[in-house]
């Protein structure tokens, strides 16, 4: 805790992060004060400890869990001042489930008190924001992820993981890319030849637990399509696909048109429905598949051939019967084509 909070000065009234904030009675205020002091005042604090044991034992959880809520508006606070300006366009809704908390807590929201013994409110999943319930549809969508308090890197939601380790685009991504582009992208099948199975797990493994630092080199894994399957594998895990379950309709309207020039137009409307992150991350892909498919006398992969690789694991529908599925994957590889091919007019 920084030194200088209001309840530090000894003897005076408590003052809460809030004035209207609804904490404990204000008789309490001299002991608060006194449990929180250090030297001549910690001696004053034994005294009175000799005296009211029971009203300190009391009131000493609180102090631990007022110092902890204000530290976390504190924290929040730095973190949005210290965010780089492209954070703010990342806009993320908080993943609130309601929680019991363990003594007395407030809203980060309203800063009132949270009363009652269980379910006294709601925590963000992903940042640890506790607000009541009744605040939580107030709360605006800055939800800024602990990485900590993620899941792993494979199976995390795109944005929350972009914002979480506060870049622009997921590190497996761009990791990934900037490999296989440094290796030449004239390997024959890049992208379709599958890389040994327990090798891809291990890289999947190794972003898992180390993040940036994870070892993708070639001194590492040799062979590249390794990575291609790695970050293949990314995409198809990710919870929401790159092609969000919301933003899917659209492509498939686009995919319909027939007049080439109408199409191509429909399809960068339906770009604008992405999420920022799942935009930027799709124009990466897309540029690096692109730089790809001109190699192909080289690697043999033409846009088509990529599309058919890319397509399913990129978009799909949210309710999946075989018909849909059928039907959409003609869908799908198309788009994914016309993506590639016009990536320089789309994004
Ligand atoms: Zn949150
Ligand atoms: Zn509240």
Redesign the pocket.
């Known amino acids: 805790m920084p030194s200088a909070q209001p309840w530090e000065a000894a003897g005076k009234p408590v003052q809460r992060p809030v004035s209207e904030c609804a904490g404990p009675p204000a008789s309490t205020a001299p002991q608060l004060a006194g449990a929180q002091g250090g030297g001549g005042r910690g001696a004053a604090l034994t005294a009175r400890r000799v005296q009211r044991p029971a009203s300190l034992s009391l009131w000493q959880p609180l102090k631990i869990f007022a110092c902890s809520q204000l530290g976390s508006l504190v924290r929040r606070a730095a973190l949005l001042r210290d965010a780089p300006d492209h954070l703010h366009k990342y806009e ?5 489930k309601v929680h019991t908390f363990r003594g007395p807590h407030w809203c980060e929201y309203c800063a009132n008190f949270m009363w009652g013994l269980i379910a006294q409110g709601v925590k ?6 506790n607000v009541h319930k009744q605040c939580c549809r107030l709360v605006p969508t ?4 602990d990485p900590r308090r993620l899941p792993k890197v494979f199976g995390c939601d795109l944005t929350a993981l972009v914002k979480a380790h506060r870049g622009r685009l997921p590190m497996v991504v761009e990791m990934c890319i900037g490999e296989i582009e440094a290796r030449g992208l004239k390997s024959e099948g890049l992208y379709r030849v599958s890389g040994v199975s327990d090798l891809v797990e291990e890289v999947r493994t190794a972003f898992d637990k180390e993040g940036e630092k994870a070892d993708i080199s070639a001194k590492a894994y040799e062979d590249v399509n390794v990575i291609t399957g790695a970050l293949k594998l990314y995409f198809r895990e990710l919870p929401t696909p790159l092609v969000t379950y919301q933003a899917y309709p659209h492509f498939v309207e686009a995919a319909k048109v027939s007049d080439p020039a109408e199409r191509l137009e429909q399809l960068r409307r339906a770009l604008q429905t992405l999420p920022p992150a799942h935009y930027d991350t799709l124009h990466c892909l897309m540029a690096h598949l692109h730089r790809v498919s001109q190699q192909e006398k080289h690697n043999l992969m033409s846009s088509e051939n990529l599309s058919i690789v890319f397509g399913p694991t990129l978009m799909r529908p949210h309710e999946q019967d075989v018909l849909a599925t059928l039907n959409g994957m003609r869908h799908q590889r198309l788009l994914v084509e016309l993506l590639i091919r016009h990536v320089q007019e789309l994004f």
């Open positions: 993320k809704s908080h993943n609130f963000c999943s992903d940042c640890g924001l800055d939800c800024q992820p």
